[in-house]
């Protein structure tokens, strides 16, 4: 089974190309030509949005070279300790709304510290998978999209991770009970 879902993954990618490219040809597009536009364009985002990514990585490296990020890790930890969350991952939730690459420094970190099979790093784990980068997110797609009107979007996703957390912490605790 493990071996048909593996032979599997390897088609789909080369299939949805093909599929793509037949419609488009098939629909009588320039597909080469609307290849080449979408590179354009794209580069044009990547171009936009360059200066908040710097942006959000420096200030990122900033507060984890300070000590800030283990200080407030320390202090918010006496009241997450009480949720099952563990002092250690809250300046990882913290980068983690941020940005996902710096986030992927304090996993190692984690993972180097306590190992990837405890509970801190399969809440670690789990916790990355099911977590976004909420204001990276929004700065940079709803700056490339010109969105200006947010709303509830920041209040939804902060709801949407602390779910992940949660979920986290509680999934973490049932493989680790063998269940």
């Known amino acids: 089974m493990a071996n048909a879902l593996a ?3 390897g088609i789909i990618i080369p299939a949805l190309i ?3 490219v037949a419609y488009g040809i098939v629909n009588g597009n320039n597909v080469y030509e609307d290849f080449i536009k979408g590179a354009a364009d794209g580069l044009k985002t990547v171009v936009q949005i360059m200066p908040t990514l710097i942006g959000l990585m420096m200030g990122v490296g900033i507060l984890r070279a300070s000590g800030l990020l283990d200080f407030l890790g320390k ?4 009241l997450t300790e009480g949720f099952g969350i563990p002092a250690d991952l809250v300046p990882l ?9 710096a986030a992927t420094g304090l996993v190692l970190d984690l993972f180097k ?9 399969l809440i670690t784990s789990i916790m990355m ?7 990276y997110t929004m700065s940079v797609y709803f700056l490339a999209a010109k969105v200006t009107k947010t709303r ?13 957390i949660a979920m986290s912490v509680v999934l973490a605790g049932v493989m ?3 269940g």
């Open 152 to 164: 509830y979007t920041l209040a939804g996703a902060l709801i949407a991770t602390a779910a992940g």
């Open 176 to 178: 680790l009970a063998g």
């Open 93 to 101: 939730i913290f980068v983690k709304l941020f940005s996902s690459s």
């Open 75 to 78: 202090a918010a930890g006496r």
């Open 18 to 20: 093909f599929y793509i």
């Open 113 to 121: 510290n306590y190992g990837t099979d405890s509970r801190i790093g």
């Open 7 to 9: 032979n599997l993954s």
């Open 129 to 135: 998978s099911c977590t976004e980068t909420c204001f």
